[in-house]
């Protein structure tokens, strides 16, 4: 039977210790580590998403600043809101809730975001610089959730199998790149990837982000296997991740729960960025 690997508690005691660090910073400066929200549109998913972050902001002593613009926006618009916020110096964090309207460029809006206050990790200045292994870049709050999700484990990365399946830009791509920093072999599987269950099941540790209910089976699974889940989707029991939990559960030596695992540590590590950008400035 696995270890559950409480999501939830591991991103509280990270708060607590932003709450310090934070607290700290508006002690020393006047002013409290400040993180921008803009969200655009009336998406219900990402209402509630920004709420939470909000509400997380307060708990750890952090200012927010919320931004609320029409779904018919235009990209010039929200550019120049970014550039303003950019400017800023109550500003440490901008977070752009994603997904945007289908008019926007999504692209062309993130870069706008100065890296120093990118706080979701997205911006290519970021993202390469992940990637080319450098010290000093913001990471994706997912992935860099992920590897501490996988740490508070004890399991040592270094020397492991890790099997990524899933290759986006905002979990499978950075979380492979988060990996190899650790020292892992890592293998990328995706829609296109043949014989799939031969990879995972040779897999240490498995993060699976592919958007797709339940896929990754206990027969898919290596024994004792160290297993993050990173899917949200809804079933008619409500909410369950990419992985079989109950069939899974009984194999893995540790597993992250839908909800309560990857998704509170996001919100965790966007929060450690704000406070991050804000004692670098």
Excluded: W
Aim: glycine letters at 8%.
């Amino acid at each position: 039977m696995a270890e559950i690997i409480d999501g939830k508690a591991i991103a509280e005691k990270i708060k607590s210790e932003l709450l310090v660090s934070a607290t700290a910073f508006e002690q020393k400066h006047g002013r409290k580590v400040g993180l921008a929200v803009i969200r655009v549109g009336n998406d219900p998913a990402s209402a509630v998403y920004v709420r939470n972050k909000i509400k997380a902001c307060e708990k750890c002593n952090i200012r927010s600043f919320s931004y609320d613009l029409d779904e018919a926006v235009a990209d010039a618009e929200l550019i120049s809101l970014i550039h303003k916020l950019n400017d800023d110096v109550n500003v440490d964090g901008i977070l752009v809730q994603l997904p945007l309207p289908k008019h926007i460029n999504e692209r062309e809006v993130l870069s706008e975001i100065a890296p120093k206050k990118d706080a979701d990790g997205f911006h290519t200045v970021n993202a390469g610089k992940l990637f080319l292994g450098e010290k000093g870049c913001t990471v994706a709050c997912t992935p860099r959730g992920i590897i501490e999700l996988i740490k508070s484990t004890g399991v040592n990365i270094s020397g492991k199998h890790a099997v990524v399946v899933g290759r986006s830009n905002i979990v499978g791509k950075p979380i492979a790149a988060l990996l190899l920093a650790n020292d892992a072999t890592v293998t990328v599987c995706h829609s296109r990837t043949v014989n799939l269950k031969e990879i995972t099941l040779s897999a240490d540790i498995l993060v699976v982000a592919i958007g797709k209910s339940k896929f990754i089976t206990a027969d898919m699974v290596k024994r004792g296997a160290v297993v993050i889940d990173v899917g949200m989707n809804r079933d008619e029991n409500g909410l369950c991740g990419d992985v079989d939990f109950n069939g899974v559960k009984d194999k893995a030596g540790y597993i992250t729960p839908v909800p309560g695992g990857v998704g509170p540590m996001t919100v965790a590590m966007l929060l450690s960025n704000t406070v991050d950008g804000a004692m670098h400035e």
